[in-house]
């Protein structure tokens, strides 16, 4: 089993749809959490990145962390045909810490 | 300095060669680290640098593979005599250091390495 697993879709929404990406993950001592946006052949970029429990806004995006039930969330409010893309949800247990990913959610907002 | 930058962004080898990758850090984050992705699955660690020092290698991190980070600045990463199942993305992230923010990764453009 791995430590973080994440469907890898694809998930096809219409525009301006609510989308909800989701990762759940086995090792409790977890505690640093991060999205990234990674289009095709490109680097992963930071989109969101919270510490310990709790929720955290940015614009369009929410994430949330769930930490009793090992659960992240990460939800795109107005989904954008530009939002196309691949979502990696990534953690670790200290700051310093390599991130441990997951596949990638593959996600499709069409016109 | 807008972010992290990688040299080549591509590099095609034949089996047996060895390939060297570069990677610039954002100005002063002193911690480095190397991931590789393949198609289809999430990056993979490889190895991690706190200024000058290698701190961490994965067991991915064959004798094969060797990173240097000499003035903790500007790191490179070489493979000798590849093999195509090194044919992958080598990504590179910085990260600041520091207590309670500085945790996060910021990730380049990756070096896409295709073995024949």
């Known amino acids: 089993q791995k430590e973080v697993e994440q469907d890898p879709g694809p998930l096809s929404v219409p525009e301006g749809a609510i989308v909800s990406l989701n990762c759940t993950y086995s090792?409790?001592?977890?505690?640093?959490f991060m999205w990234y946006r990674q289009y095709s052949r490109k680097g992963p970029e930071l989109l969101m990145y919270?510490?310990?429990?709790g929720n955290k806004e940015d614009g369009r995006f929410t994430a949330q962390v769930d930490k009793s039930s090992k659960y992240i969330s990460l939800f795109i409010r107005d989904s954008q045909p530009s939002d196309s893309a691949t979502y990696l949800c990534?953690?670790?247990?200290?700051?310093?810490?390599?991130?441990?990913f997951g596949t990638g959610t593959r996600l499709l907002v069409s016109p | 300095d807008t972010g992290v930058s990688q040299n080549p962004r591509h590099k095609i080898t034949k089996r047996g060669q060895n390939v060297t990758f570069r990677c610039d850090p954002i100005?002063?984050?002193?911690?480095l680290y190397w991931y590789r992705q393949t198609l289809g699955q999430g990056p993979e660690f490889l190895t991690y640098?706190?200024?000058?020092?290698?701190?961490?290698k994965s067991r991915l991190l064959s004798d094969r593979f060797s990173a240097e980070r000499p003035k903790g600045s500007f790191s490179t990463l070489e493979i000798q005599r590849t093999e195509q199942g090194d044919s992958a993305m080598y990504l590179c992230?910085?990260?600041?250091?520091?207590?309670?923010?500085?945790?996060?990764?910021?990730f380049g453009p990756g070096t896409r390495l295709t073995v024949t």
């Open positions: 992230a910085s990260s600041p250091s520091g207590t309670g923010s500085g945790y996060e990764q910021y």
């Open positions: 090792n409790s001592a977890f505690q640093y």
């Open positions: 919270t510490y310990s429990s």
């Open positions: 990534a953690m670790s247990a200290m700051s310093f810490q390599k991130l441990v």
């Open positions: 100005s002063e984050h002193n911690r």
């Open positions: 640098f706190q200024n000058e020092a290698q701190l961490e």
